[in-house]
């Protein structure tokens, strides 16, 4: 089993990276704004890759038993975490809803998605999330020989 470090000393490290995480998503939005888009390709782009990335992460910690216990919460809950946003896709796609809470907000920030797109959005976002996250995992697994449950015979 792994071990965790003491939670005094976790915590600073999970700050750190979620801070990090949070000015890489912050950097992404200034590189690849999306005022004027009617698609959020950059929030979805960012949760994809997000996910890919935890997938990765996770299979690589699953694969290999000697695998510090901080690198799951530090670069997963922190840094991956506070990068990928599910509160933005939803936020995103609120903009449909006319006269909805959020359209004063949105109008200033979003162009209106329709109805069609704001659905399409939520799918791709969600199946799409998923399938890199599950992508992420089995290249993580694999890349150091777990293929089927061969990881859990190694911890035997």
């Not at 890759?49 to 216990?69: H, T």
Request: hydrophobic share 50%; glycine share 12%.
């Amino acid at each position: 089993m792994r071990r965790l470090p003491a939670l005094a000393r976790l915590i600073p490290l999970v700050a750190l990276a979620g801070a990090a995480g949070a000015l890489l998503r912050l950097l992404m939005g200034e590189f690849f704004p999306e005022q004027g888009m009617k698609f959020p390709w950059t929030t979805l782009a960012v949760n994809v890759a997000g996910s890919a990335a935890l997938g990765l992460v996770f299979g690589v910690v699953s694969a290999r038993p000697r695998v510090p216990g901080w690198v799951l919460p530090v670069l997963g809950t922190g840094l991956l975490g506070s990068f990928t946003t599910f509160s933005s896709v939803i936020l995103a796609v609120m903009p449909s809803t006319p006269g909805g809470i959020f359209e004063g907000l949105s109008a200033a920030t979003y162009v209106s998605p329709g109805a069609v797109e704001m659905f399409c959005y939520l799918m791709i976002s969600v199946i799409g999330c998923t399938a890199a996250a599950a992508g992420g995992l089995t290249v993580g697994r694999s890349a150091f020989g777990c293929v089927d449950h061969t990881c859990e015979e190694r911890r035997v």
